[in-house]
């Protein structure tokens, strides 16, 4: 069985729906029958699966894949700068507290569905039945988050390259502040570890796993250690260089407390390079053979002449 799902705008929910059609790929345009009409979407992904929960209700199938006459039937940038010029308008006659990012029209034409963004709630009520006077059209407003946003319009992240949400994300997952402290970028702020969206960056879960495995390692922070004889407590982490900061007592009195950072792996690392220092054991005869055969050479010639 053939599943795809669809976006019915770039900012909007996935929908699953069902398809005979095995050469439908991601970018397709399809038509497909809701609720509310006949309506044009996208494939945004395709799978191939078996396992359905057969207590589900049955999925919507696709009805066909669109032809020249319904692509020529989306709206113009003329015409969705003008829908979203009256909306906007009349957001500011009413003094609502909200960020219109785009308009996406039904198959039909008859239907306006708008995007915004807004810190809270909003009582849109008043603008909606002003908007379907005006434009003579079901109104919708979808409040999207910061998120789906900053992957609608695109931007460079501080990497340089395309916003990760824009490039190859598909869908979003949950980014918490434990994934920054095990990174330790914290003490940066908040500025420098969050993206354009102005949340935590996404970037931040791609090396969660291997931090957290290399941070497993480390004694916990508090532990006492005996360092070469010295015993002291550890105060901090440096996971990449697998070190620990250990803080050692003052003796006398009048000294200070000593911080070190202390190699967990300093040992093996002594070992190796001490190992590569020395002489290996099959080269010596080598060489001396070539001076041994060398001097006899001399000797015969002497003795010849």
């Given at each position: 069985m053939k599943l795809v799902q669809i976006k019915f705008a770039p900012w909007d929910k996935s929908y699953t729906f069902e398809t005979s059609d095995s050469t439908l790929a991601v970018g397709d345009y399809v038509v497909l029958e809701t609720e509310l009409g006949e309506d044009l979407g996208?494939?945004?992904?395709?799978?191939?699966?078996?396992?359905?929960?057969?207590?589900?209700?049955?999925?919507k199938m696709v009805k066909r894949r669109a032809n020249k006459n319904d692509l020529e039937r989306l709206p113009?940038?003329?015409?969705?700068?003008?829908?979203?010029?009256?909306?906007?308008?009349?957001?500011?006659?009413?003094?609502?507290?909200?960020?219109?990012?785009?308009?996406?029209?039904?198959?039909?034409?008859?239907?306006?569905?708008?995007?915004?963004?807004?810190?809270?709630?909003?009582?849109?009520?008043?603008?909606?039945?002003?908007?379907?006077?005006?434009?003579?059209?079901?109104?919708?407003?979808?409040?999207?988050?910061?998120r789906d946003e900053a992957r609608f319009l695109g931007d460079c992240g501080v990497c340089g390259q395309v916003l990760c949400c824009r490039s190859f994300i598909k869908d979003f997952f949950s980014v918490t502040s434990e994934m920054a402290e095990a990174q330790q970028v914290v003490h940066r702020g908040s500025d420098r570890i969050s993206g354009m969206c102005g949340r935590l960056m996404c970037c931040l879960s791609f090396e969660y796993e291997g931090y957290q495995e290399l941070n497993g390692k480390l004694p916990p922070i508090g532990t006492r250690v005996n360092v070469d004889g010295q015993r002291g407590v550890v105060i901090g982490h440096h996971p990449l260089k697998q070190e620990v900061d250990v803080k050692f007592s003052a003796n006398r009195e009048g000294e200070r407390d000593s911080i070190v950072r202390v190699d967990l792996n300093r040992h093996q690392k002594k070992a190796a390079i001490k190992d590569k220092s020395e002489p290996s054991d099959f080269k010596e005869p080598k060489k001396r053979e070539k001076k041994d055969a060398i001097f006899k050479k001399r000797r015969s010639f002497k003795k010849k002449n």
């Open positions: 996208r494939v945004f992904k395709v799978k191939e699966t078996n396992d359905l929960d057969p207590e589900a209700p049955p999925l113009s940038a003329e015409e969705k700068a003008s829908a979203l010029g009256v909306c906007q308008e009349l957001v500011d006659f009413y003094q609502l507290d909200l960020k219109l990012i785009d308009v996406a029209f039904s198959l039909s034409g008859n239907r306006l569905n708008f995007a915004f963004t807004a810190n809270g709630r909003v009582d849109f009520r008043d603008l909606v039945k002003n908007l379907t006077t005006r434009l003579n059209k079901n109104i919708r407003l979808t409040q999207i988050g910061a």
